[in-house]
């Protein structure tokens, strides 16, 4: 009877450790934020001197410009995790560091897009002349871009434009540049250096698309409508547009009369 007891006891501490540490990882789960991306300095993390991470630059393929002599040469970066060697790096072989590579995969429109998983730059490396430029000046990461590429059959409309999405800004305010944050749209000439905000502050690209006949950019973009500073399906989508030849933010195109009308018909469905 004895041993049975102190089996039981056994038992049930066993168990109500499991339910402690499964409720423990569920409210984890709910409460910890994406902290992955770019993480910011603030005033207090420079502090002390081992505050500071080491980060390693991490280069991706190379892609020639359609039609300039531009190359592109995608930056991203890595965080290395502290140690006392200071000559670590080099003692090591870069493969430890070595990101997602760049890939550049057919869209549409012919156009091709980038896919690095921490572009946080491109260069723009001028074959004749041996200029290089960078595409920002400041922290952040590149999470959409786009440029066009027509091989000799091509036979439509061109277009001469650059399209990227970049998260440069801590939207959430936990610290870091992420998928969590807002994405602005920026269309530029081929040289990068004329870059043009197309949509507003505090959204996400969903989705874009091009109308020939008006030379204009249609633009399916998510707002934080309910200004909770996050980006998902309990916030407002809209289509924007803007014009190819003369961008500015673009202007919504569904108006309130058929929004009143679209809710009207959401409350009639139970």
Known sequence: MRNKLILGIIVGGVVGALLVLIFLVFIDGKTNKNRTGIQLVTADSTKTDDSKNQQVLVYGNYMDLDSTDYLL??????????????????????????????????????F????????????FYNKQTEETHLLLQKPAIISQFYFPYYDENYKSKKYWFLLMGVREYDSNL??????DDAERVYITDLSGKSMTAITPDNTQLIDWFIDAKTNTILMKVRFDSNKDLKFN??????????????PTIGNIIIGKEIKNTIDKILDKIK
């Open 73 to 110: 040469i995608p930056l991203g970066m890595k965080t290395l995790e502290k140690t006392n060697d200071i000559t670590g790096v080099r003692s090591k072989s870069m493969d430890e560091y070595y990101g997602n590579e760049s890939e550049f995969r057919s869209y549409k429109y012919n």
């Open 112 to 123: 091709y897009a980038l896919s690095f998983g921490n572009c946080n730059n491109i260069i």
């Open 174 to 179: 936990d610290g870091y540049i992420n998928s």
């Open 233 to 246: 399906a309990y916030d407002d989508i809209e289509i924007l547009k803007t014009s190819i030849s003369s």
